[in-house]
C-alpha cells in the first residue's frame, strides 16, 4: 500500500519553521519490533565490517511516502574509507543517500526494488575532514519540491556536504522518498547509532490529504517538466 500525506497551509512554511513529529527514533540497545536485521551486530547500536553490500541493511517493515519528510543516521565511522548509505526502499520510486568515503562521494539517487544498487544521479566531493572514531550524520529531506541530502561530523552540523535536486527546475526523477526506511552498509567499519524518522507539518494547517499515487502529482513531471502546482 502507497500511503500519501501532505498539509498545506496558509503561510507556506518550510520544516524548520513547522511542526516534527517522529515516526520513530531508534538507537537499537536491542533489535526493535518490527525490523528486519540482514547482516549487522546489534550491540547497542548496529555493527558491521568488511565488506557489504544492498542485502547488508537494517530496514524498519512499515512503507511510508510523505510530501516532507526526513530520515536520518547518525554513524561511527571507525575506518575512513568505509562507504555507508540510509534509504527508502522496496517501492519504484525509493531513494538512497550514499556516503562513499573511499571514493570520496556523496551521492543520491532513485532506488528501485531490484535490490541493486543504482547509478547514482547526484553526486558531490566530500570535503570535511573524516576523522576516525567520530560520529557522522546522513540527513536525507524530502520537502515538496525538493530532495537534498547531507553529510556532516554531527558536533559540527553547520560545516557539511550537500546533494539536491529541486523538481521545480528539474524533471529528472532523482528519488521520491518511497518505501521502508533503512540503512545499508556497503565496506569498511561503523556503528550505527541513531535512525530517525520524522515528518513536518506547518505550524498554521487548515487541511491534511492523504490518498494514493494519484494524489502525489508524479505525471506532472514527465508531461510538465515540474512538481510546481500540484495543490
Known sequence: MR????????GGGTPQAANKTNLFNESFSSLPNNWTNSGFTV?????????GGMSTNITFNEITYLDRQELKAEIVVNTVYSKFA?????????????ANL?????????????????TYQESEAITISIISGQTYVLDYLFDGNLVRGRFYNKETPNIYNEVSR??????????FAKGKAQAIFFSG?????NINHSVYSPQSSHVSVIGDSYVEGFVL?????????RY
Open 189 to 193: 567499519d561503523i556503528k550505527i547509532t
Open 86 to 98: 540510509i534509504a527508502k526502499s522496496g517501492e519504484a520510486r525509493g531513494s538512497i543517500l550514499t
Open 43 to 51: 550491540n547497542n547500536g548496529l555493527e558491521a565490517s568488511g565488506t
Open 102 to 118: 573511499n571514493t570520496g562521494f556523496l551521492q543520491m539517487a532513485t532506488l528501485d526494488n531490484s535490490g541493486n544498487e543504482p
Open 166 to 175: 529541486d523538481y521545480s527546475v528539474n524533471n529528472n526523477l532523482c528519488g
Open 3 to 10: 500511503r500519501f500525506i501532505s498539509s498545506l497551509s496558509s
Open 221 to 229: 513531471l514527465p508531461y510538465t517538466g515540474a512538481l510546481n502546482n
